[in-house]
């Protein structure tokens, strides 16, 4: 397919989350067929995840553990007015650089130097002119949470793979709990509803549950699978509570928190049983997905499933603006392609 000039209005026309009729199959592209090279570049260095999966990667005893991938290179800019991440930039940077990683100063000069790209910045907001110059250049990409900092860039950024034919994929961490794998897997048989919680600290340049709340509402939808169709949300200055209506009937909840000690977890409620959900277990579940997906080119989490999570917490914050009213998922996802 010819480059052409990236038009975001007509990328958002013709997305869609599956199951809500609107007639668009993102798991429908070609399949990506992987060229040689472990050769992996980091944009944003705001971010703990990029110290982590670097620390992880580089370190001299990992074998095979991650296919031999390595992190050799990393453009550090993140956010520029996010003082929580800003402050991070210069630290982390050096630590980076202490496992051997390259130091550029473009996103351009460091698709010159790797074969695939974690896109770790912390902010949401230039989260799709950074995945659009990567995906135009043909490279494998991990977008870490958020993948935007709305819907409408979101639809647009995983549009763009598609017509670019480049896997992308996106989650949090919190998708590979243990716990919650197991349950997912069929521990307490078919699973009739669930509650999940995390940290849902808000940042005023995002919608409130893209920041972090993503986490507890990731866990939720790796249970609960795709078809929400309607979203509830009450809040107060410390609690949220968002409750999700699926097509079968099953009801989903998120309590996102912002005291207290931060912390991850929830019920699982099966056929079979109950289900207490929790430790949280870490990176290194997450980061093998990561290097299994660059290797294979098989996505991990299909982009219909990621766009309903978003779409969800975008739902979330127009039943907030309309004082607790019910949204469809489907009015939200008509309204981001207007």
């Known amino acids: 397919m010819m480059d052409q000039p990236y038009n975001r209005r007509n990328f958002i026309k013709t997305a869609a989350v599956a199951g809500i009729g609107l007639g668009f199959n993102l798991s429908a592209a070609p399949?990506?067929?992987?060229?040689?090279?472990?050769?992996?570049?980091i944009i944003g260095l705001d971010t703990s995840h990029s110290t982590a999966f670097t620390k992880e990667l580089n370190k001299a005893d990992a074998g095979d553990t991650y296919y031999g991938y390595k992190v050799v290179a990393a453009y550090p800019q993140g956010s520029t007015d996010i003082e929580s991440s800003t402050k991070r930039i210069p630290g982390y940077t050096e630590e980076v650089k202490k496992h051997g990683v390259k130091i550029v100063d473009s996103i351009k000069a460091l698709l010159k130097e790797v074969d695939v790209?974690?896109?770790?910045?912390?902010?949401?907001?230039?989260?799709?002119?950074?995945?659009?110059?990567?995906?135009?250049?043909?490279?494998?990409?991990?977008?870490?949470?958020?993948?935007?900092?709305?819907?409408?860039?979101?639809?647009?950024?995983?549009?763009?793979?598609?017509?670019?034919?480049?896997?992308?994929?996106?989650?949090?961490?919190?998708?590979?709990?243990?716990?919650?794998?197991?349950?997912?897997?069929?521990?307490?048989?078919?699973?009739?509803?669930?509650?999940?919680?995390?940290?849902?600290?808000?940042?005023?340049?995002?919608?409130?549950?893209?920041?972090?709340?993503?986490?507890?509402?990731?866990?939720?939808?790796?249970?609960?699978?795709?078809?929400?169709?309607?979203?509830?949300?009450?809040?107060?200055?410390?609690?949220?509570?968002?409750?999700?209506?699926?097509?079968?009937?099953?009801?989903?909840?998120?309590?996102?928190?912002?005291?207290?000690?931060?912390?991850?977890?929830?019920?699982?409620?099966?056929?079979?049983?109950?289900?207490?959900?929790?430790?949280?277990?870490?990176?290194?579940?997450?980061?093998?997905?990561?290097?299994?997906?660059?290797?294979?080119?098989?996505?991990?989490?299909k982009p219909e499933e990621t766009l309903e999570i978003y779409a969800f917490m975008e739902a979330a914050d127009e039943s907030k603006r309309q004082g607790g009213k019910s949204v469809t998922i489907q009015s939200v996802m008509q309204k981001s392609r207007s």
Not at 34 to 40: A, H, L, S, T
Not at 196 to 206: C, G, M, R, V, W
Request: glycine share 12%; charged share 20%.
């Open 31 to 41: 399949v990506w067929v992987k060229e040689k090279g472990n050769r992996v570049g």
């Open 117 to 301: 790209v974690l896109l770790e910045t912390n902010d949401g907001r230039p989260r799709l002119e950074q995945a659009m110059q990567v995906l135009k250049a043909g490279k494998p990409m991990f977008i870490d949470k958020p993948v935007a900092a709305s819907l409408h860039d979101t639809v647009a950024i995983y549009d763009a793979a598609k017509q670019y034919k480049v896997p992308v994929f996106s989650t949090s961490s919190l998708r590979y709990m243990p716990s919650v794998q197991e349950a997912a897997q069929g521990k307490v048989g078919k699973i009739l509803g669930a509650d999940t919680y995390s940290p849902a600290t808000i940042e005023k340049s995002h919608p409130d549950l893209f920041w972090y709340g993503i986490h507890g509402v990731e866990s939720l939808f790796t249970l609960m699978g795709t078809g929400c169709k309607s979203v509830t949300r009450t809040q107060t200055e410390n609690t949220e509570i968002v409750v999700g209506i699926w097509e079968d009937g099953r009801v989903g909840t998120f309590r996102g928190t912002r005291n207290g000690k931060h912390d991850y977890g929830g019920t699982v409620y099966g056929e079979k049983g109950n289900m207490s959900l929790g430790p949280y277990g870490g990176y290194n579940a997450l980061l093998s997905e990561i290097v299994k997906f660059f290797q294979t080119g098989n996505l991990p989490v």
